[in-house]
């Protein structure tokens, strides 16, 4: 029984038994020579225990206590494989790439190679990337749609290369001005190999991917991004970029030629402002706000960002929220989520063929964000969130993202949030009011730091786009009416 099937009940999850295209790319498979089960002897009592207690904590994305009970475990049954593949995973989660390898010592099986691949790829070691994705594809039942094009590039063309190494020249702060009609798509200009393409901002998909159109097949390039004026730039030498068809990401018409993704996202110290139009990229992590929230961030394999909430609408819920940035959704929840919270999907109401219900409350971590519009997730929610082994009860996508200011810090173990008045008018749209005629001339031109726009739910039954080697997206229905938005507000320079 998947996660979503019934309500968090601190059980240790089992491992997932099928890949999909979906999340491969981002969650991997497990060893189907051994379903994860083998052991390299008997355990005692009490290294059961904290095995069993370790897989609770990291299934609830409590992961400080995971890494100390599964190093108990460890304690009392060395070598053993559950233990071993267990604390890889949680290890990869908190980005402790070497405490991964680590963890995996002496561990054989396809599942053990591919982890230990993926710890050896985000630490930017690609001689051991390559061999341990050589010994994990010599399975013929190992299945992982990132695992043949990774190994291409970690492999020969890898040599002599050191990831994602910023030129000396390159400014120490980047700001950058998102298209406001184009709300709530994270767009920028980028130049890949010197030349110009505009990039979507995608933490669902792990990597750096590039549109077909442009690469035949998985490349390491350069990529440059300049501000408004070009007076300020980073550019970025050794960048691998896997290879995709592109077109389901084109964005009101503008063609996507690159995907920016979490692996190299999560180097760029990023602070993300949709509503006032501004995206800043920067050498070391910015200074302290006024105010802010702290946010762990628990990255599934390394490469998939979930952070821990809290639903309540007749009843509560915590689990994860898987981060989509490049998907229109505000909060998507499938209908085992819904119905465990008191809600009957078939009796929600409507809004531009969607299905919406207003929430109570949500938080997000310590983070009380008040009431909130949730859609249902429909398949395309419920396929990705079942390939994730940590307890997900949704997903949240841009327009959630765009009611609040966001940066990426501690390397993206960390998410800074900060809220303002506009944010609860976005996560709560009056739905039932119809927006007002815009006067004539009264449209302003993109990037004009305006007041955040309404958010109203974006419809989750179209296909969000999905990672590298998967089915392609839809485009986000262009139909959605706006509804009226709070008063603007001065924004903090992102500086």
């Known amino acids: 029984m998947s996660a979503l099937s019934s309500p968090p009940s601190g059980r240790l999850l089992a491992l997932v038994l099928a890949c999909g295209p979906l999340l491969g790319s981002l969650v991997g498979c497990p060893d189907p020579t051994t379903g994860g089960t083998v052991k390299a002897g008997p355990r005692n009592e009490l290294a059961n225990k904290w095995l069993k207690r370790a897989g609770e904590e990291y299934a609830a994305l409590d992961l400080t206590e995971a890494k100390d009970s599964i190093e108990k475990a460890s304690k009392n049954a060395p070598g053993d494989k559950d233990i071993g593949i267990l604390g890889a995973k949680i290890h990869l989660a908190r980005l402790d790439f070497k405490t991964a390898v680590k963890a995996l010592e002496g561990i054989e099986g396809s599942e053990a190679a591919g982890l230990r691949a993926r710890a050896y790829w985000y630490d930017d070691d690609l001689a051991h990337a390559s061999e341990e994705l050589t010994r994990a594809l010599e399975d013929p039942d190992f299945k992982d749609p990132w695992a043949k094009p990774v190994r291409e590039l970690a492999g020969t063309q890898g040599a002599g290369r050191k990831p994602f190494q910023l030129k000396d020249t390159s400014a120490r702060l980047v700001e950058l001005r998102m298209p406001r009609d184009l709300f709530p798509a994270m767009m920028v200009p980028i130049e890949v190999d010197g030349q110009t393409t505009v990039a979507l901002v995608v933490t669902g998909v792990p990597e750096v991917v590039l549109d077909q159109k442009t690469r035949s097949k998985p490349s390491w ?4 991004i300049a501000n408004d004026k070009n007076t300020a730039s980073m550019e970025f030498r050794d960048v691998p970029a896997l290879v995709e068809d592109l077109s389901g990401y ?8 690159a995907l920016i993704g979490a692996n ?13 139009d501004q995206l800043v990229l920067r050498r070391d992590d910015p200074p302290n706000p006024p105010t802010l929230t702290r946010l ?25 929220l898987w981060i989509d940035s490049g998907s229109p959704w505000g909060l998507a929840f499938p209908e085992p989520t819904w119905k465990t919270v008191g809600v009957d999907v078939s009796k929600m109401q409507t809004y531009n063929d969607t299905k919406y219900e207003r929430l109570t409350n949500i938080k997000l971590g310590a983070l009380d964000l008040g009431p909130a519009v949730g859609v249902s997730g429909a398949t395309a929610i419920e396929d990705k969130l079942k390939q994730l082994d940590v307890t997900t009860i949704g997903a949240l996508g841009m327009t ?18 900060e809220t303002d008045q506009d944010t609860s008018g976005i996560l709560a749209p009056n739905l039932n009011v119809k927006p007002p005629p815009k006067p004539a001339g009264s449209a302003k031109p993109a990037g004009s730091g305006s007041a955040k726009p309404p958010a109203p739910p974006a419809s989750a039954s179209a296909k969000p786009p999905a990672p590298p080697t998967s089915a392609k997206p839809a485009a986000p229905p262009a139909s959605a009416k706006p509804a009226p938005t709070p008063a603007p507000s001065a924004k903090a320079s992102a500086k």
Do not use: C, Y
């Open 221 to 224: 390039v350069s990529i440059r």
């Open 250 to 257: 084109s964005q009101q018409q503008v063609p996507i030629g």
């Open 264 to 276: 190299f996202l999560r180097r760029l110290h990023a602070t993300f402002d949709r509503g006032a």
């Open 296 to 320: 762990p961030v628990a990255w599934v394999r390394g490469g998939g960002m979930v952070v821990r909430a809290t639903i309540k609408k007749e009843f509560e819920l915590s689990g994860g």
């Open 400 to 417: 959630f993202l765009g009611a609040m200011r966001v940066s990426l810090v501690e390397n993206g173990r960390t998410m800074w949030i």
